[in-house]
């Protein structure tokens, strides 16, 4: 068969096929005529370089899986050679992946020491690295619940804000704002409702706000006039996670769940809570929801999600 009918039953490029042939994986045979003549051998040395690469292995390493299935094998990883290659394959990656976790623990130690310069005067304040979440958290569905928001204008709805005054939601001012909403921040000593990780959606809430935090400035830049956090907490329970998180903006308490009323939001329960505001986020421009973003999934890195959408829809 010629070059082009084996690059594509081999799933792979004409210039790669000739690259496996410089680094002697494939020798084929010349017709009369000079052109290449490859056969069913090469065909499954080709799909096996392949597969190898989608695994990490680079062509250049995979010469004994093909001398394995040259020697008359079915599979190319059954031979000492092959197996040794993949040991040392494995090897390179946990080499790799020490090297990676070393480097993290380097930058989370100094987002932590940034965090606390940039955010705090106090020169022995510390602010938590809340930038992961527990692995395996479920994902919410989307179930429509926010398709009818766009488009809709806020309610003048007045709340307490943590600068000490009250916030009308429908004059926010002309421009962008940025309203999330979250159903319940951890404190310190005070434990989640059972259960809280597996009730989808709602594990994150700290990190979600430390995430509009770090963007704050981004936000700003890209032409958001006000970001607001809002949830149904009190106003004591918003000022002291306003003040341990050092949030640059204000926290809104809605304890009657009035904008829920009002324009028709998800909410849930959870054990010690009959009703909490489901993770979502509002666009506001002018007084009327642009955009809304739910469900938000992971929370730890929504604020770059919003950041991005800002950015490709100048106003």
């Known amino acids: 068969m010629r070059i082009g009918e084996l690059a594509r039953r081999g799933g792979v490029t004409v210039k790669a096929v000739r690259y496996y042939e410089t680094l002697g994986l494939m020798v084929p045979d010349r017709l009369s005529n000079g052109y290449r003549d490859y056969d069913e051998r090469d065909v499954r040395a080709v799909a096996e370089i392949r597969e190898l690469s989608q695994l990490g292995i680079r062509p250049r390493h995979a010469g004994p899986f093909v001398d394995c299935l040259d020697a008359g094998h079915e599979h190319g990883d059954e031979c000492p050679a092959s197996l040794a290659a993949l040991r040392d394959s494995i090897a390179e990656l946990d080499r790799t992946i020490d090297s990676l976790a070393a480097r993290r623990a380097v930058l989370a130690a100094r987002l932590s020491e940034g965090a ?187 604020a770059q999600q919003v950041l991005d959408w800002v950015r490709s829809h100048p106003e």
């Open 116 to 302: 606390s310069r940039s955010f705090s005067n106090r020169e022995d304040s510390q602010v938590s690295d809340y930038t992961t979440l527990p692995a395996g958290l479920p994902q919410p569905a989307d179930d429509g619940a926010a398709d009818h928001l766009p488009g809709s204008a806020v309610p003048p709805i007045t709340l307490a804000s943590t600068a000490g005054g009250d916030v009308d939601l429908a004059a926010l001012g002309p421009g962008r704002s940025v309203v999330y909403l979250y159903p319940l921040t951890g404190r310190p000593g005070v434990d989640l409702p059972a259960g809280w990780d597996d009730i989808p959606g709602a594990r994150g809430c700290s990190t979600e706000a430390c995430d509009f935090r770090d963007h704050h400035q981004e936000l700003a830049d890209a032409g958001v006039r006000n970001v607001w956090g809002l949830s149904s907490q009190d106003g004591d329970y918003q000022r002291e996670v306003a003040a341990r998180l050092a949030l640059p903006f204000e926290m809104l308490s809605d304890e009657g769940f009035e904008l829920a009323d009002a324009l028709g939001l998800p909410t849930f329960a959870a054990p010690g809570h009959e009703r909490l505001y489901a993770r979502l986020t509002l666009v506001i421009t002018d007084g009327v929801i642009e955009h809304a973003f739910y469900p938000i999934f992971p929370p730890n890195t929504h």
